[in-house]
């Protein structure tokens, strides 16, 4: 079974910073792309960062110079370094694997976490 697990999550005043962490566990061969969402009260899920098995990143425009997404392809990690917070970046974030191949299969998949709740407040 293959899952992803997120942590991090919390109260912060605006300004300030948190860092997400999401693990990647299972039978796991290979994965690609990692990724953050995320989705505040009434809107849909959008997506934050981006990070390829090759370390190439992607952000939405709402978080370019403030949040910043990495990987520890060892450890099976993704992170989200966010910092000058604003109280519109209050929403639950998800992680998100996308080519994901357990040992012994040839079919990939797309992974969610549960999702962590980050509340900032003005």
């Known amino acids: 079974q293959v899952q992803l697990v997120e942590s991090g999550g919390g109260l912060v005043q605006a300004g300030g910073s948190l860092r997400l962490s999401c693990v990647l566990s299972?039978?796991?061969?290979?994965?690609?792309?990692m990724a953050w969402y995320r989705q505040a009260p009434g809107d849909q899920r959008e997506l934050v960062a981006i990070?390829?098995?090759?370390?190439?990143?992607n952000y939405a425009d709402s978080v370019k110079g403030r949040f910043t997404i990495s990987r520890d392809n060892a450890k099976k990690m993704v992170y989200l370094q966010m910092n000058s917070l604003k109280s519109e970046d209050t929403a639950v974030y998800y992680c998100?694997?996308?080519?994901?191949?357990?040992?012994?299969?040839?079919?990939?998949?797309?992974?969610w976490g549960q999702g962590t709740l980050v509340t900032v407040s003005s």
């Open positions: 998100n694997a996308r080519g994901v191949l357990l040992v012994g299969s040839y079919r990939p998949l797309e992974v």
């Open positions: 299972g039978r796991i061969f290979s994965y690609n792309v």
């Open positions: 990070v390829t098995s090759g370390g190439n990143t």
